[in-house]
């Protein structure tokens, strides 16, 4: 069974901070990892992918990926209230033909 | 910028219909999916479906629930004789590929069904 772990939060963070968002998996295997931002009553709508060990930046988002801790996270830089949501973290394996989503984190952002 | 379309936007039906809900996926992906996501809950995996046959279902997609593509754009979701707990956001999905890096999938805006 492959399972997706976050905290539920909620993490509040002040306007202008960093918020800094995690994310385990079970599967050693898993190749293609996703973070998606939901606010409410919306759909995932996609932020970033990672696929190789380090760091990935675009724009305020940077993900870390470490596969040997089969840990991977997302940094938002400079905060805005407007980044207040549901982020979902998501892993496809190679092979598989789905994604599993972690529970989410609900971030607020504070003014 | 190609999307998921998906309606009805939101459906209320009576315990025991059926439901058919309806997606057109991003017209140069070629794997579709639905997902489900009950109130406040984390969203959940249902079938995923390519070359004209399911590739993957998950545990809740059982005999009450059948896709289609009945043809080269359309994408159905069939919930059969449903429940009150079948209540929830069904999301559309669909990529280019799967399983291999730099596959992503997009989502539908989603179907809101609400079952009374």
């Known amino acids: 069974q492959k399972e997706v772990e976050q905290n539920s939060g909620p993490l509040s963070v002040p306007e202008g901070a960093i918020a800094s968002l995690n994310c385990t998996y079970s599967d050693r295997g898993s190749q293609s990892f996703f973070w998606y931002r939901q606010y409410s009553g919306k759909s995932p709508e996609l932020i970033m992918s990672i696929y190789s060990n380090g760091d990935k930046e675009d724009g305020r988002f940077t993900a870390q990926l470490n596969k040997a801790s089969q840990y991977v996270s997302l940094l938002i830089r400079d905060s805005q209230p407007s980044d207040s949501a549901t982020y979902l973290c998501?892993?496809?394996?190679?092979?598989?033909?789905?994604?599993?989503f972690g529970p989410g984190t609900r971030l607020s952002v504070l003014p | 910028e190609p999307e998921v379309t998906q309606t009805p936007s939101h459906q209320v039906t009576q315990m025991g219909q059926e439901v058919i809900l309806r997606c057109v996926p991003i017209?140069?992906?070629?794997?579709f999916y639905w997902y489900r996501q009950i109130l406040g809950q984390k969203v959940e995996f249902l079938v995923s479906?390519?070359?004209?046959?399911?590739?993957?279902k998950s545990e809740i997609f059982d005999d009450q629930f059948s896709v289609e593509r009945p043809d080269g754009s359309n994408f159905t979701l069939k919930i059969r004789s449903t429940k009150l707990e079948d209540s929830a956001m069904y999301f559309c999905?669909?990529?280019?590929?799967?399983?291999?890096?730099?596959?992503?999938?997009?989502f539908g805006e989603g179907s809101w069904l609400t079952v009374v």
């Open positions: 017209s140069n992906h070629l794997y």
């Open positions: 479906f390519y070359n004209n046959e399911i590739s993957e």
């Open positions: 999905a669909s990529s280019e590929s799967t399983g291999g890096l730099g596959n992503t999938i997009y």
């Open positions: 998501a892993v496809n394996s190679p092979g598989g033909q789905n994604f599993v």
